[in-house]
C-alpha cells in the first residue's frame, strides 16, 4: 500500500526528547519536499518543520526553533523529527506531508501528494 507512517510519538515528561519518524511505504521519499504537521485539540493546525526535496533547505516555526530537528535518513525513505526539551504545549498529533520535486519549495504545497495518519504526542509529568 502506498503512504506514509508516522511512529514514534508516546508520553514523555517535560524536558524529554523523542525522534518521529516518516516512512513512505510502497514508493520512495527521495526527491520528495517533506513538512512535519502537528494538530492539537482547540488549537490552529501548524507546520512546524520542512525539509526540501534536495534536503539543502529546512525551516522550522518559531515556537521549535532550537529544540526540534528534522533530517532525511541515509536511504532518503525516512524523515525524522528530533524533539528535545519538549514542552506541555508541543502535545499534539503530528502528522507527515509531501509533495514531489518542487525544487525550489522548502515546505510542501496543498495539495499534498501523500499525508500520514499521525503519531499522538503527550508531553506532560
Known amino acids: 500500500q502506498v503512504q506514509l507512517v508516522e511512529s514514534g510519538g508516546g508520553l514523555v515528561q517535560p524536558g524529554g526528547s523523542l525522534r518521529l519518524s516518516c516512512a513512505a511505504s510502497?514508493?520512495?521519499?527521495?526527491?520528495?519536499?517533506v513538512a512535519w504537521i502537528r494538530q492539537a485539540p482547540v488549537k490552529e493546525r501548524e507546520t512546524v518543520s520542512c525539509?526540501?526535496?534536495?534536503?539543502?533547505?529546512?525551516v522550522y516555526a518559531d515556537s521549535v526553533k532550537g529544540r526540534f530537528t528534522i533530517s532525511r535518513g541515509t536511504a532518503k525513505n525516512t524523515v525524522y523529527l528530533q524533539m528535545n526539551s519538549l514542552k506541555p504545549e508541543d502535545t499534539a498529533v503530528y502528522h507527515c506531508?509531501?509533495?514531489?520535486?518542487?525544487?525550489?519549495?522548502?515546505?510542501?504545497?496543498?495539495?499534498?501528494?501523500?499525508w500520514g495518519q499521525g503519531t499522538q504526542v503527550t508531553v506532560s509529568s
Open positions: 506531508a509531501a509533495e514531489m520535486g518542487p525544487l525550489l519549495v522548502t515546505c510542501p504545497r496543498t495539495p499534498y501528494d501523500y
Open positions: 510502497g514508493f520512495t521519499l527521495e526527491h520528495y519536499a
Open positions: 525539509i526540501s526535496s534536495s534536503d539543502v533547505n529546512t
